[in-house]
């Protein structure tokens, strides 16, 4: 019967950009996996349409081995959508087609299996002070040491995971046991919180609020939405944008029988939020979290593509939820940057969800209380709509915010050396005793992200390039100021060109030092500690924010991951240990980044009737992110920013590509960073295409795990010709097959480094 096969279109897994020819007996609609022989391994790939045979030639083509599926695994719109994540950073469709489907569909044996248990430790009765603890553990410094780890851990803990951390042996932990303080169960490895918890989560209040005027007015306005129609909805912190999402679902989903997708920054950072959608709809929800193992991960997909759970809710890759008839994509939080893939393909879930919902015929919500610059220029040029929510609900305030100048409030008591290491300014620490004392609680933020290291004198000026009002870079061997988005290089002086005081490299202050000094100050305060280290169980995070939650905490002291949606009535008080670190990242986003920081984290204060307060220290009071957060003025810090990004131009003024070469050997990095740029320099010289290009020169972060880094930035104003560039490079430059070398396209990076 299959007298004449069909020919089709395969994109396969590879990092090559075109398409393979295969034949087929049967029919294959676009979209389905197909498993083909690839140098005798069975590939599955993504039948992308029919072929014209052209690319074959003279060659018989292969023949497709196995359709797995009665169904397209990629429904068209979201075939689509990865086209052009593909076209558009350059990048095979094939791997683009991959990061959208389930692991478990990428392989052409069957899924693998669920979770396995393991011992795990559980925290038993407490020790909320330090004196509680000094006599618990008096001639146990280990076991103290374990207790305090598995305490920061959110009280529970894999038993290996534990001694791994402290480098002891079982010994310790069987102390621990031994004395009533903790006790061993065995749990799967890979649990679902969300379904764990099911009893325990109502929270009735959320069904039972009724939107006010702003939010109705916005509500209204999205689902009067065409379809594919864009919002920017700016609401404040606290302004109650959760309840505008919520009934925009109601009416996708409850009334049109549509469905939607909801993006958060990262689940585990955002349990509260996850929560409320959980709340509202219940078995409609598939929470599509990191926890999840490949199983239960193709479990949730095939819900989804079944359309019988109707609302995905995740991270960046949720935005590939295989729904049909989808009505609706929400980006909370979208000027996030985890929205921004790391590794290829390089896309930014953002862009990626107002693409989809074009497709798709759905309409795109952004929000945030402090939107990128990208979507707020979008805004203002129409292409975005604009929704306001400006005021709190319930007419509460933002909270004041108070910001101590550290080189006035450290030098009239201390001399310069003790001033440089001191953490606590007085009216700090004074308004910490003041709020634990009223039986409120604090939040303290240590962000802790500088990690390009710069050069700063004690009156704050810090070394800057001439040409590009980027901060440079400290470089010790040979020591130099470098700027690595022109190359500018000077010595590393010993003072500073604007007061003639000493510059000194700024060292890391981290959040266990800070935690130990809060200890001290306030011995009977009960602290948690939340950052990286304390938080590398995959639910760490969420029982960390529930102990907070339920009063269990006075101090939560932490980096970035504290700043992100939390919603806690009895925090009256948050402190900014150091608003400049990061400030002075190499980044022409630093400010923006820092703004946004301030911002979010001073907005986690006075959300509940007690009302809050800020306290801010630094040591650049008069920089715009500072005065401008200070003052909860969106407005005015992004009317500054963007001015200043208009000269020397940077997005969204123009377009930028960063083109990283990385590798073993320093020299054949460097070499090879050098052919990119004159490659690109000669195509724009035959072609006139206005693509401005920059170095090479070393990345900022010019070593990650003993790979070599150096990077060539395009600048451009449109987008087409720097596309066109971008593929003739990927197709034309070939990367020598030497020291493990790799080019890597980043277009629209959110980071330099
Ligand atoms: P945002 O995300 O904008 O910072 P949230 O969505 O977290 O703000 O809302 C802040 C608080 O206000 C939450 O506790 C929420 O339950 C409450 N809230 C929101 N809308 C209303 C409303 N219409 N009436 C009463 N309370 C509301
Ligand atoms: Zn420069």
Redesign the pocket.
Known sequence: MASSPHLIEVALPLPLRQTFTYASDAPVAPGHRVVVPVRNKRVVGICVGPSDGVALAEVTPKGVLAIPDAEPALPADLLATCRWIADYHVVSLGLVCRAALPVALGQAGTPAPRGRTERVLVLEGTLPTLQSREAAFRRAPQQRQAYELLESLGGRASVPHLLRQLGCTSAVVDGLVRKGFARIESATVFRDPFAAREGERARP??AA????SA?QAAIDAIVAGEPGAAFLLH???????????LEVLEQVVRVEGRSAIVLVPEIALTP??VE?FRARFGDLVAVLHSGLSDGERLDAWRALRRGEKRIAVGARSAIFAPLPDLGAIIV?EEHEASYKQAEAPRYHAREVALIHAREAGARCVL?S?TPSLESWRNAQEGRLSLLS?PA???GGALPAVRVVDLRQELKVSLPDERARRQVLSAPLEAAIRDHVARGEQVILLLNRRGYAPFVQCAEGHVAVCPHCSISLTYHRTPERLVCHYCQHQEAAGRTCADCGGAMERQRGLGTQQVERLLAERFPTARIARMDADTTSGKWAHAEILERVGRGEVDVLLGTQMIAK?L?F?SVTLVGVIDADVGLHLPDFRASERIFQLLSQVA?RAG?GPKGGEVVIQTRTPGHHAVRHAATHDFLRFAAEELSNRESPPYPPTLRLANLIVSGLDEVLVATFAGAVARWCVAAEARFALGVTVLGPAPCPVDRIKTRWRWHVILKSEKVAPLTRLLRGLADGLEVPAAGGLRLAIDRDPVALL
């Open positions: 209040a959320v609020l009724r939107p006010t939010q609401g404040i912190t606290g302004s109650g944008k959760t309840l505008v999402y509260q939020t409320r909370d929000g209380a929510l709190r609900v319930g949606g919603d009535a907005g959300r």
